[in-house]
């Protein structure tokens, strides 16, 4: 099955500085790949996804990267906020198959603290 | 509050008895998951259901089960057979057989006493 890697587990960056968190998967036939923001307490939601057929995605701060010939992932935050502190999980997701549904593996996390 | 809700958010079991926890969704998602999340492991799946009374394994599902009797609803019973189920439950839906987005509810936080 997948198998997901995500570095690193923990980030601390200063406020208006970039933050990147970089993802590994296994399965060649993975063609999906979100990334969710956990706050503390909260549940997981969206921020952004990619898929295979696309190799960058912008959304105002948020940007995701994808080389599928390395098979990794990276999601960038630029100008970073103190709300962008969190917990933010990488996954990945095959190729449709019907009796796989939209089954997602998901990486470690990585905690992310934006210092004022 | 986002169409999927779990209950109880907290919740204690003694050592040796099945709980259920439960999962609505009024979304009209066919497909429904269980994951479980601990520390620094990320979110692992249970089970999960892309149509009523259909269902399979992920990949941590030993002393764990489902039903699926209505699309609405995918309630997840932790069994004794769970060696170590203390832990951050997370139901979620989506579109079925398309790549999309996963709403998740709230969670529940199972304590074994």
């Known amino acids: 099955g997948e198998n997901v890697e995500q570095h690193p587990s923990t980030l601390s960056v200063q406020e208006g500085d970039s933050a990147v968190i970089k993802c590994t998967y296994s399965d060649s036939a993975s063609n999906y790949f979100p990334w969710y923001k956990q706050e503390l307490g909260k549940r997981p939601q969206l921020i952004i996804d990619?898929?295979?057929?696309?190799g960058e995605k912008k959304d105002q701060r948020i940007a995701v990267t994808l080389n599928k010939t390395a098979k990794h992932f990276s999601l960038h935050i630029t100008e970073t906020q103190p709300e962008d502190s969190a917990v933010y999980f990488c996954?990945?997701?095959?190729?449709?198959?019907?009796?796989?549904?939209?089954?997602?593996?998901f990486g470690g996390g990585t905690r992310v603290l934006v210092k004022p | 509050d986002g169409g999927i809700t779990q209950s109880p958010k907290y919740l204690f079991r003694k050592e040796g008895q099945n709980v259920t926890l439960s999962c609505e969704q009024n979304l009209n998602h066919d497909a429904m998951y269980w994951y479980r999340q601990d520390p620094g492991q990320g979110l692992r799946l249970i089970y999960y259901?892309?149509?009523?009374?259909?269902?399979q394994k992920g990949d941590i599902a030993e002393g764990y089960s489902v039903s699926r009797e209505k699309k609405e609803s995918f309630p997840l019973t932790v069994t004794s057979a769970q060696k170590n189920p203390t832990a951050f439950y997370l139901c979620a839906s989506s579109i079925e057989n398309r790549n999309t987005e996963a709403f998740f509810g709230q969670g529940t936080r199972l304590t074994v006493v």
């Open positions: 996954a990945a997701s095959p190729l449709m198959i019907k009796a796989a549904g939209n089954k997602l593996t």
């Open positions: 990619i898929r295979s057929n696309v």
């Open positions: 259901s892309q149509i009523v009374n259909d269902f």
